[in-house]
């Protein structure tokens, strides 16, 4: 690696690149804020502008806007409890309360320590694990993808504040929700009611809109609140934070492996991993009541492991070509614009460049703490702002957002109608959380379970595809393990809660 | 007469979406149907369990209580009109519209200021976001945004 | 005061439907000047898809020889018929044009009712571009050859899997007609797109993969590419042989073309299609195509209007075949 330093530097230290790739951050940042707009279409509308570029400027932007996407959509979780993209899914849990409590600035300051590390720890792992990570992510076959989202199902239990019924009732709700659409491995269209349009499903950010952000602005108008005093400031928050964050290695390696493993995979993006993460932070924490209510650390969980999953999904791209998330998919469009064609010799025909990406990378990372703790003092202003200009600007953007993500009217009729549907459903006490849990690894599990019983078919024994892959078996255990494990901490009573603690925290 | 709650009418409800699933499923090959019938079949045996639990145990407490029901469904109709006029008007014309009602309708039961100027603010800010989002999606990202039928 | 408000949004009204009502009466005008406007040029895929990187190409090559803008529009879904559904919706003036798949364009509507538009209703103009598919398996296989692959499938039927993207798609069919013409069974596994089926195929969970040539070039020193399904020996492969020297008569691959709305005017199309097969001489052009695994075509408006159709035959007697069975 060293023999390309000279390469890497002279790349690097080009005023130009350097300010592109600052310009891409806070664009992404900007775009990835605005509900609907997502990292992935961030990189879609600004990749035509990259074509006349240099192949590494061009790379080095895109590296900056992907950054700032996936950091961006916290803000909008944190201040008005809507995903500005489907990987800050997981902030809301926490970052929303903590600002209904007059503490955004404090996350928000969090969420960009915390993605800022993750992203640095993901890019690390980009520079110096690429190609033995490569060859694991190849493990990753049909019935390892269904216990995948089996575990993430599992987290029902975590997300269903209240009745658990109820939140296996929102979970099976959403996963039908997510057979809407041409099956994955049949080909035939079900639940469309004839409209074409549908064919394609429900696009999962109308839907988290629909049930994340159209309930919260109805809540905001019938209560008549008074607008939040704004964002209280104390001094020293950053430094206070930073420490904080910093005194739990476990919790952040763990979010950020988390994430990094996520991403690998093709197929599970951002979201997924935001959740996972939530999920083990909020199972292996001794004090889980608090979870849910404001606690700075389901935000650090979630932005750690969604910023460290940006790296993750990049492994595959750069040492097999295909790429493990949708925005990476641009990514890869964007260098076969330059005429390079990532695969299995991309390392080897163009190690300059690839370097040059890999550490423009970690340097955007830092750019983007920098953009994100002074951009924390002033975004948390948008509350200031009386609810009678601030919830039709809402539900304003949100329209916006829902159109420009497939330019469909469909869309739009449906966030309404599934908006005004999540608000009835929330005050009957449905958690939107498992519904949208459903949505998401809906169309993951059903792949993997179509499939595999396809290759068992094929081999003659769909159980023994099952339980003959190794990594398929680990899954399974971790499925029994986050099912009965917390039965029987429940059972032996809190002393085994104690030792977990140790062990995983 | 005893008063059936929400949360009966509720489970009826899933129970009737889950046979519709259910139902939905047939004529498909074993690929397709496979997963969503698993599903809808899981939901039917929940939906049960949650309409028994619901007779058993009926909670007194009634759906929306303490809220503004009046604002909450002017606000989910004056949604509701908001998309029927986009699909009429497009979009610019259909924003500054909603916005400039949502705007005065909620400045209603503020006293501190004049009809007039609660119009004149109304009015002001549903113009300049629309347009300073319609120029910034439309013309700078390059996002096409909706048109009616009417004109765009 | 509410009619204070009625009278401002009235007036607002008309103020916007009178410049409305002009250009549409300016639209309508005639097709000599066409193009009088910019062009929308759609893509019914992701952004950085292989339709895009060969519309891309385009793009500076029409916007000269058409003196008007050419905007790129990405309208992903159902594997492009969210796309050619909203192409058969406009107006036929010309001014908004999408790219086409085949065999898209033609198995969507045979699988499904519900698609949303009729092979019928798109109008090419032309067809520019293609990607022949071909059947690789891994370099470690013990199968040597389409022969080898033949008599082993025929030895135990079904029991060979093979990955695929879609169901219903270009290596669904081309699986399907191998099937049929050789006589075999094997396991079809559709993955969701071109990627996840190589990833998976990598990683040993199929034993067959069909692929597009530009995948199978990018990754011919992981596998052993039987076959191809190109006309005649593709070039960037010169040592694979084409399904047709080993004797099946058949051609596969995904052909890459440019169509408009139905009932638009000869003329239009006809400055369409001069604008989109003139690019193919331009330098280079062809050269790059090779380069990054497309083969170059020339169809025009009726070749590619008779291609359909025949391609459209063909596939309705096979998938009849398969429902049968």
Partial sequence: ?505 | MQKVNYNTISSVILIIVACLAIWETKGLSEMSYVFPRTIGLILLILSIAYYIKSMIKSSSSKLFEGINKRKVVIMSLSMIGYVILISLFGFLMASMLFIGWMTWYLQQHNTDKSNKAKIVHASISSISISIFFFVLFRYVFVVPLPSGLLFG | ?325
């Fill in chain 3, 1 to 325: 005061m509410k009619r204070k408000f009625l009278i401002l949004f009235s007036t607002a009204c008309v103020l916007f439907i009178l410049p409305a009502c002009g250009a549409n009466a300016d639209g309508s005008e005639s097709t000599e000047n066409y193009p009088s406007e910019s062009i929308t040029y759609s893509i019914p895929f992701d952004p950085g898809g292989q339709s895009d990187v060969e519309a891309r190409r385009q793009q500076p090559y029409l916007e000269e020889s058409l003196d008007q803008d050419v905007v790129m529009q990405y309208k992903p879904g159902g594997g492009g018929s969210v796309g050619w559904s909203e192409l058969i919706n406009k107006d036929p003036d010309g001014h908004f044009i999408s790219g086409i798949n085949i065999p898209h364009i033609i198995l969507q509507p045979l699988a499904n009712d519900d698609t949303g538009y009729q092979t019928e209703d798109i109008v090419p103009v032309a067809i520019f571009q293609a990607t022949p598919i071909g059947i690789a398996v891994s370099k470690d296989s013990d199968i040597e050859s389409l022969e080898d692959l033949v008599k082993k499938a025929k030895e135990s039927p079904g029991s060979i899997t093979a990955a695929g993207s879609g169901t219903y798609s270009g290596h669904h069919i081309a699986l399907l007609q191998l099937q049929d013409l050789a006589g075999i069974e094997m396991q079809y596994v559709p993955f969701d797109g071109a990627a996840p089926s190589i990833q998976a195929f990598l990683g040993g969970n199929a034993e067959v993969i069909f692929g597009n040539s530009s995948d199978l070039i990018k990754y011919q020193d992981d596998m052993k590419i039987l076959a191809i399904g190109s006309e005649e020996t593709f070039k960037p492969l010169p040592d694979v042989p084409t399904f047709k020297e080993l004797g099946y008569d058949m051609t596969a691959g995904i052909d890459r073309g440019v169509a408009v709305p139905p009932e638009t005017s000869q003329e239009i199309i006809e400055t369409l299609e001069k604008a989109f097969l003139d690019i193919l001489d331009e330098d280079g052009v062809e050269d790059d195509m090779y380069d990054e695994g497309f083969e170059p075509k020339r169809m025009g408006h009726e070749e590619s209007l008779e291609y359909i159709e025949q391609k459209q035959s063909e596939y309705s007697k096979i998938l009849e075949n398969v429902e049968e069975n």
């Fill in chain 1, 1 to 505: 690696m060293l023999e390309f330093l000279p390469d890497v530097l002279s790349s690097l230290t080009q005023p130009l690149n350097m300010l592109l790739l600052c310009v891409g951050v806070l664009i992404g940042i900007v775009v990835g804020a605005l509900p609907g707009l997502t990292a992935t279409m961030a990189l879609a509308l600004l990749l035509p502008f990259t074509f006349t570029m240099d192949s590494d400027t061009s790379l080095i932007t895109m590296g900056g806007l992907y950054i700032g996407g996936i950091y961006g959509g916290c803000i909008s979780a944190i201040l008005i409890n809507t995903p500005g993209t489907p990987s800050a899914i997981a902030t809301t849990f926490d970052g929303y309360p903590m600002t209904k409590k007059g503490k955004a600035s404090q996350a928000l300051a969090a969420a960009a320590i915390s993605s800022g590390i993750g992203g640095i720890i993901g890019g690390l792992a980009l520079l110096f694990l690429t190609p033995v990570l490569a060859d694991w992510a190849l493990n990753f076959g049909p019935p390892e993808y269904f216990w995948v989202a089996i575990l993430g199902l599992t987290m029902i239990a975590t997300l269903s504040s209240g009745s658990m019924l109820k939140g296996l009732i929102g979970g099976c709700i959403g996963l039908l929700l997510g057979t809407v659409g041409i099956s994955p491995v049949g080909g035939e269209s079900r639940y469309t009611f004839g409209f074409s349009q549908l064919q394609s499903g429900l696009e999962l950010i109308v839907i988290l809109i629909a049930f994340f952000c159209i309930p919260e602005v109805i809540s905001m108008i019938e209560n008549n609140v008074k607008s939040q005093e704004g964002v209280k400031r104390e001094k020293g928050i950053v430094k206070t934070l930073f420490f904080y964050i910093i005194k739990k290695p476990f919790f952040i390696i763990r979010s950020s492996v988390i994430g990094i493993i996520t991403g690998i995979i093709p197929g599970a993006g951002g979201n997924v991993a935001s959740l996972l993460s939530y999920d083990a932070a909020v199972r292996f924490s001794n004090d889980k009541k608090s979870f849910g209510q404001g606690k700075v650390d389901g935000v650090v969980a979630s932005e750690t492991s969604n910023n460290a999953e940006v790296g993750g999904s990049l492994v595959p791209l750069l040492s097999l070509g295909i790429p493990g998330a949708p925005p990476a998919a641009i990514i890869l469009g964007a260098l076969m614009m330059q005429g390079i064609t990532p695969g299995p010799d991309l390392m080897s025909q163009q190690p300059g460049l690839v370097y040059t990406f890999l550490i423009a990378f970690v340097i955007a990372n830092v750019v983007m703490i920098m953009f994100g703790l002074m951009g924390s003092k002033y975004i948390g202003k948008v509350l200031s702002i009386p609810v009678s200009y601030l919830a039709p600007s809402i539900v304003f953007l949100t329209i916006i957002g829902s159109y420009a993500i497939r330019n469909n009217f469909l869309d739009v009729a449906l966030l309404i109608g599934f908006g005004l549907l999540a608000y009835v459903m929330k005050n009957a006490g449905f958690n939107p959380a498992p519904i949208v849990l459903g949505l998401i690894l809906g169309p993951i599990a059903e792949r993997g379970l179509a499939q595999s019983m396809l290759l068992g078919e094929a081999s003659g024994n769909v159980l023994a595809l099952f339980f003959s892959r190794p990594i398929s078996i680990v899954l399974m255990l971790l499925c029994v393990l986050s099912i009965f494990l917390p039965l029987l901490s429940k059972l032996l009573g809190s002393k085994y809660d104690d030792s977990q603690e140790k062990l995983g925290a």
